[in-house]
């Protein structure tokens, strides 16, 4: 009996010590990550002082139902290889990721969806394939929008000029979108196509053994993907219903600069809306200064021409602290909600 007790004690303080190396870890994550974003935090923060209370109000009301729209993906997307889910839950897997995204530069949030996801009782592999299924629909979802504005904007006389100026540059984005949702929709539903990118990546990482595992993590994703993706993709409604949740946040999200600039520039709300998503969709494919500030520099350059520089810029400050700062914020208290919570219980 105290050999168990012993055991017992034993384990109870391995427990607790994993636990505060955890939360240092990540309290560690988090002064790094408010470090690194310092200068983009601080220019938000004094782009801030020029928005209204009320605008800020409807800032953050915006991003915060566009995060519950992004929960209900998660719930839907879960809802494809399992029927246990909880709403609840996956709105907490969209805030939290969230504050992953933040504290691991950007890099943590699908890993962090993959480990909330495991948690919710689906296989990591299948929970990596929801991931990955998702961001396509994601991407569909921006491409719909970026093209629908953009085609709206060509017809009008006001923004006629600017569409024709950046239309290289809005096809080379289709391109890249639908060659990247191309690829992972054939690794999904041809095996065949699965089958000679595995060879493919054997070969290379035969012929370059630095990248060995690098190349075995992109065969993991293939493998992954082609043993339950098709499942998934085929289930049609449920996926047309991903890709109207994914409209629906990113038009609640575009909204957020058109609500402030609407009278404060020659365009309509409509008009803003749909000049955002063009540049969304193009913030990753006309050249930038830096890629973290990618949407800002597309954004002053599609507004700029419609406004003057100062009244633009608070703008896509006030779209970052909305969609950015504040959803993490919230996933971080949410977070720590819990584990208070649970250790208490």
């Known amino acids: 009996m105290k050999t168990i007790s012993q055991k017992q004690k ?9 636990k505060i190396l955890l939360r240092t870890a990540l309290l560690i994550l ?5 470090l690194f974003y310092r200068d983009s935090l601080l220019d938000i923060l004094k782009g801030i002082r020029l928005v209204t209370w ?3 109000g409807a800032a953050i009301l915006l991003a915060l139902s566009g995060y519950l729209l992004e929960g209900m993906t998660i719930f839907r997307m879960t809802g494809t290889i399992a029927s246990h889910g909880r709403r609840t839950d996956c709105v907490f897997i969209a805030f939290v990721c969230e504050f992953y995204r933040l504290t691991t530069l950007g890099n943590g949030s699908g890993i962090a969806e993959i480990h909330y996801l495991t948690k919710e009782k689906i296989e990591p592999g299948k929970a990596t394939t929801l991931t990955m299924i998702q961001y396509v ?38 391109l890249i979108t639908v060659l990247v949702i191309a690829f992972i929709l054939c690794l999904a539903l ?12 054997g ?37 047309a219903g991903v890709i109207c949740l994914q409209t629906g946040k990113l038009i609640l999200f575009y909204c957020i600069p058109a609500c402030f600039l609407s009278g404060k520039t020659a365009l309509t709300t409509g008009e803003c809306i749909a000049l955002m998503a063009a540049a969304f969709m193009l913030a990753g494919v006309i050249p930038a200064p830096s890629g973290a500030v990618s949407l800002e520099f597309v954004f002053l350059l599609f507004f700029a021409p419609f406004a003057d520089y100062r009244t633009v810029l608070p703008g896509i400050l006030l779209f970052r602290f909305a969609t950015w700062v504040c959803p993490a914020a919230a996933g971080g208290i949410w977070l720590a909600g819990r584990r208070v919570f649970r250790h208490n219980g």
């Open 10 to 18: 034993t384990d109870k303080k391995g427990l607790c010590s994993r």
């Open 30 to 34: 988090l002064v790094l990550s408010l």
């Open 54 to 56: 009320k605008e800020l």
């Open 137 to 174: 629909m994601k991407r569909c979802a921006v491409m719909l929008l970026g093209v629908s504005g953009f085609l709206v904007l060509s017809q009008k006389e006001s923004t006629r000029g600017l569409c024709r100026q950046y239309l290289p540059f809005m096809g080379a984005g289709c």
């Open 190 to 201: 041809s095996p065949k196509l699965a089958w000679a990118a595995l060879w493919l990546l």
């Open 203 to 239: 070969r290379l990482r035969d012929k370059i053994p630095s990248k060995t595992e690098f190349f075995r993590k992109w065969e993991e994703q293939i493998i992954l993907l082609s043993r339950s993706g098709k499942d998934i993709l085929l289930q049609k409604k449920k996926m």
